[in-house]
């Protein structure tokens, strides 16, 4: 996704909630600014200026979720990548909302980055867990001493409308619908499916070629296990959480005098001495 982003006049945040080097170096094709924790607040602001200056040669500004969702205002971006989730979902939010700011002038796209069958997922699902909370406890029940129980039961009516429209569109994009997504005009989108068109037509053309994502065979060997180790564990928890752990088993206590005088005297001078 990442080679069809540049276009005339874009640029883009990339934020990350656990930042590290790998993904600095996915993106050394580009001429990039990053902040992180252990920045400096006088650097920042250094940072700042050089991203948000007319003619910028920066395209890429990558931010740590934290760190950089709080205090900055990026209106020069206006594509928000969410490389991966945080466990508070406040966090994206306010990572967000740095490119809309005051002096943003263009339509805003945010990308947020998920990886089928992951942890991420279980990330992702648990932080709109929490939103979804939020919205039918907090947003749904108006505190506000003006409005009506007819306005509170409509607006709850509203939000469990579009969670189940969500569920039904939540599913895997193929290229047509990705492009559809990062495109904002005609052009935009033509483009990028003629950039997938010449990919495919590479790979066909290669065929020893390594795919874009990585296969079980590249692995290390200590993170793919054997699958009958995996179907033995599995066993067995579903056993202990069906029949449970079982009693408790005592153990044998030998109460038998099995040393000698000499070998008690022995003992008890060695105690002697290490006091």
């Not at 080097?21 to 050394?28: D, M």
């Not at 796209?109 to 990886?115: A, G, K, Q, S, Y």
């Not at 990062?182 to 037509?201: C, P, V």
């Not at 066993?235 to 008690?264: H, M, N, P």
Request: aromatic fraction near 8%; proline fraction near 3%.
């Amino acid at each position: 996704m990442q080679p069809p982003l540049p276009a005339p006049q874009q640029c883009f945040h990339l934020f990350s909630s656990v930042y590290n080097r790998c993904i600095e170096v996915q993106c050394l094709w580009y001429v990039l600014l990053c902040v992180v924790g252990t920045t400096k607040s006088e650097d920042r602001a250094t940072l700042l200026k050089k991203f948000n200056e007319k003619g910028s040669q920066y395209f890429v500004f990558l931010l740590s979720t934290r760190a950089g969702g709080l205090g900055l205002n990026l209106q020069a971006a206006d594509t928000v990548v969410i490389f991966d989730s945080d466990w508070n979902p406040h966090q994206d939010l306010q990572a967000q909302d740095r490119a809309h700011r005051i002096g943003q002038k263009n339509e805003v796209r945010v990308l947020r980055l998920c990886t089928v069958n992951s942890v991420e997922e279980k990330i992702l699902a648990a932080a709109k867990y929490k939103l979804n909370v939020d919205q039918k406890v907090i947003q749904a029940g108006m505190f506000d001493q003006k409005s009506s129980s007819h306005e509170r039961r409509a607006f709850l009516q509203a939000i469990l409308e579009t969670e189940e429209q969500n569920e039904e569109e939540d599913e895997v994009p193929d290229d047509e619908t990705l492009n559809q997504m990062i495109a904002r005009n005609e052009d935009e989108f033509e483009l990028f499916m003629s950039m997938d068109l010449d990919r495919r037509r590479e790979d066909a053309r290669n065929p020893k070629r390594k795919p874009r994502l990585m296969e079980e065979d590249e692995l290390p060997s200590w993170i793919v296990k054997d699958d009958a180790e995996v179907e033995r564990l599995t066993c067995e928890e579903e056993e202990e959480k069906i029949f449970g752990r079982g009693s408790r088993r005592r153990g044998d206590v030998d109460y038998s005098d099995a040393l000698t005088e000499k070998q008690w005297l022995r003992v008890g001078w060695n105690t002697i001495y290490s006091l």
